[in-house]
């Protein structure tokens, strides 16, 4: 895949305790909820190209399903693949973590996810609790918002 006339070579990154203040900024400038940062249950990765945070997304790991969130690329940024290769290496974290099946809940970006096979799915047909008792399905997104899911095939 090519940007702008160069190969992309982003890394993939745990976030580290400095990167508070950039998680809260990105998420807020992509209207995306920042109510439970605070609640260190979400483990964002920080998507890099030549040392620069260029995007980022967050997971949750509920035992064998992941809930995907935050899924953002700066505005200068968009269009040109980012996005599609984080959620990629996001997809593989899940699939290094064990996790079987990823879910979503999305208000801007369903075809994105389509695209990427995820499948529409009933929000009210997610059977995981403590999923379920998470902030983005209980007050962080609302109900209108899509729910997704991807299956992960086995190793």
Same mark, same amino acid.
Not at 3 to 18: F, N, Q, V, W
Not at 23 to 29: F, R
Not at 41 to 55: H, N, P, Q, R, S
Not at 63 to 71: C, F, I, N, P, Q
């Given at each position: 895949?090519?940007?702008?006339?160069?190969?992309?070579?982003?890394? %993939?990154?745990?976030?580290?305790?400095?990167?508070?203040?950039?998680?809260?900024?990105? %998420?807020?400038?992509?209207?995306?909820?920042?109510?439970?940062?605070?609640?260190?249950?979400?483990t964002?990765y920080?998507?890099?190209e030549?040392?620069?945070?260029?995007?980022?997304?967050?997971?949750?790991?509920?035992?064998e399903?992941?809930?995907?969130?935050?899924?953002?690329?700066?505005?200068?940024?968009?269009?040109?693949?980012?996005g599609?290769?984080?959620?990629?290496?996001?997809?593989?974290?899940?699939?290094?973590?064990?996790?079987?099946?990823?879910?979503?809940?999305t208000?801007?970006?369903r075809?994105?996810?389509?695209?990427?096979?995820?499948?529409?799915?009933?929000?009210?047909?997610?059977?995981?609790?403590?999923?379920?008792?998470?902030?983005?399905?209980?007050?962080?997104?609302?109900?209108?918002?899509?729910?997704?899911? %991807?299956? %992960?095939?086995?190793?």
């Amino acid at each position: 895949m090519f940007a702008e006339g160069k190969t992309m070579d982003i890394t %993939l990154r745990k976030s580290g305790p400095g990167d508070g203040k950039l998680i809260s900024s990105m %998420l807020t400038a992509a209207n995306l909820p920042v109510e439970s940062l605070d609640n260190r249950i979400t483990t964002f990765y920080m998507a890099e190209e030549d040392g620069k945070v260029i995007g980022m997304a967050g997971m949750e790991i509920y035992g064998e399903e992941a809930l995907l969130r935050s899924v953002t690329v700066l505005s200068g940024m968009r269009d040109k693949g980012y996005g599609s290769m984080i959620v990629d290496r996001m997809l593989d974290e899940a699939r290094n973590a064990n996790v079987r099946s990823v879910i979503l809940l999305t208000e801007t970006a369903r075809d994105f996810f389509l695209k990427k096979g995820f499948s529409v799915v009933e929000r009210s047909g997610i059977d995981n609790a403590e999923m379920k008792r998470s902030s983005e399905f209980t007050f962080a997104c609302p109900k209108s918002a899509v729910c997704m899911k %991807l299956e %992960l095939a086995s190793h």
